[in-house]
């Protein structure tokens, strides 16, 4: 089945506490993103990458950084959370960018006390 | 600034067609203009895109202004299951500026 995948699904944290969610899509998709939801903000875009090795910073990528070695995988880390970093993170990817489909995985809900 | 504009809330009739404006004053020629809906508790769907001209597939249908400064979103036969919150988006360079969404909800 394709699909996009995220671990872990729900996470507590505490501040400054060295985080990663991983994600991985089997569709052998070139373009990966991440986005965090907030009430009343809709959907934002943190961090994107066109390929291998190829990242680009979205409408709010400060406090996130990514990483893509592989393919299939486009891990988000958060190197020291913060509180306002609480917030509902989607994972996506396309075939090749912002002429394709996303495909959505189910999300990560983060909580930073 | 929100790149696209969108009403908070819809309501439709079931089985009847439903029409989902939104604005996008600011789009560039190379944007595509997206629309994906979100149910409770799940990552968002894609429902249809275009660049230019008007658009169907098999869920909905798509139409851009001339102008290009405006869409809207059809569903042409809404049902239960169309309710939801309907994201229009524009993308530019492969980034993606989601607007704050129309929830549409479908009355038996």
């Known amino acids: 089945e394709a699909q996009v995948t995220q671990n872990p699904r729900y996470l507590i944290t505490v501040t400054g506490k060295k985080l990663t969610v991983t994600c991985s899509q089997n569709?052998?998709?070139?373009?990966m993103s991440w986005y965090r939801q907030d009430p009343g903000l809709g959907l934002r875009q943190i961090y994107y990458s066109m390929n291998v090795e190829a990242t680009d910073k979205g409408d709010v990528p400060e406090g996130y950084k990514v990483s893509r070695k592989e393919k299939r995988n486009f891990p988000l880390i958060l190197e020291s959370p913060s509180p306002n970093q609480t917030s509902l993170y989607f994972c996506?990817?396309?075939?090749?960018?912002?002429?394709?489909?996303?495909?959505f995985g189910p999300g990560t809900r983060l909580t930073v006390t | 600034d929100a790149k696209t504009t969108q009403p908070n809330s819809m309501e439709s009739n079931e089985e009847e067609p439903v029409h989902l404006p939104c604005n996008h004053s600011t789009i560039s020629g190379t944007d595509y203009i997206h629309w994906y809906r979100q149910l409770p508790s799940q990552g968002p769907e894609y429902v249809i895109h275009g660049l230019t001209s008007n658009v169907n597939n098999r869920m909905a249908s798509l139409a851009i202004a001339e102008d290009r400064k405006s869409s809207t979103l059809i569903l042409h036969r809404a049902t239960l299951r169309d309710a939801a919150v309907y994201y229009c988006?524009?993308?530019?360079?492969?980034?993606?500026?989601f607007g704050t969404g129309t929830s549409l909800t479908v009355i038996p």
């Open positions: 996506a990817s396309s075939f090749q960018g912002a002429r394709y489909e996303q495909y």
């Open positions: 569709m052998n998709h070139e373009y």
């Open positions: 988006i524009l993308s530019s360079s492969n980034q993606f500026y």
